[in-house]
């Protein structure tokens, strides 16, 4: 079965600071992986997704990932953190072509601090 | 394009009660996604509905049950409400065509409480 793990539940940065977050995937076959963010009160924002393309993904708000393949991993980062950054990001999974299916992480909650 | 619509955004009920909630997609996508999202468990993938068809579940009680409209609006339906139900419900919307690269859009949610 696929998997997410994010390390770190908790980070804090400070305002014009590098963002970087932590996903590392468990999967038997190539996987689909997505960050998704969500704002207090909201559902969730696609940020960007990894469809074997391109092992460096761009996203919206400034936010990139890069897909590693060796490492089992798809971090998320933004080179300059602003205060509306601060939000709660998901890293998610999909594996099976036919599947809809989106397996998250926990989670990792961002303050920025200016 | 209007986005992903879910009603209503705020539900209070009673243990034992049960609760329907509502979810209209983009227009245009067939596909909907249910997902449950507490402190403890995160999120988790209730069902998916395509054209009518529930076509995954999740590994969730049969108190849990959905269903899809032709105009592709869904619902979910709880039944006998515990208090371990008390969530944010989350529906994501989707063409359902393009497999599970395909983008999902997800809606507001609906915050059930259960007393």
């Known amino acids: 079965a696929q998997s997410v793990t994010q390390l770190g539940s908790h980070v804090s940065v400070s305002e014009g600071a590098l963002v970087l977050l932590r996903c590392n995937y468990s999967?038997?076959?190539?996987?689909?992986l997505f960050w998704y963010v969500q704002y207090p009160n909201q559902g969730l924002q696609l940020l960007l997704k990894y469809t074997s393309a391109a092992t460096l993904v761009k996203g919206i708000n400034g936010f990139e990932a890069e897909f590693k393949k060796s490492e089992t991993s798809f971090h998320l980062t933004k080179p300059s953190a602003h205060m509306s950054d601060a939000a709660e990001y998901f890293c998610?999974?999909?594996?099976?072509?036919?599947?809809?299916?989106?397996?998250f992480g926990a989670g990792t909650t961002v303050t920025v601090r200016a | 394009k209007a986005g992903v619509t879910q009603t209503p955004r705020y539900l209070i009920k009673t243990r034992g009660q049960q609760v329907t909630l509502s979810c209209s997609p983009i227009s245009g996508h067939r596909s909907v996604s249910w997902y449950q999202q507490t402190p403890g468990q995160g999120l988790q993938f209730l069902f998916e509905?395509?054209?009518?068809?529930?076509?995954n579940k999740g590994n969730f009680p049969g108190r849990f049950s959905g269903r899809q409209f032709s105009n592709s609006r869904s619902e979910m339906n709880v039944s006998t409400l515990e208090l371990g139900d008390s969530a944010l419900y989350l529906c994501a919307s989707g063409r359902g065509t393009s497999g599970n690269q395909e983008t999902q859009y997800f809606g507001p949610g609906t915050r059930l409480l259960v007393l």
């Open positions: 998610a999974v999909s594996v099976n072509s036919n599947d809809y299916k989106l397996s």
């Open positions: 999967s038997s076959v190539p996987p689909y």
């Open positions: 509905y395509f054209s009518e068809t529930q076509r």
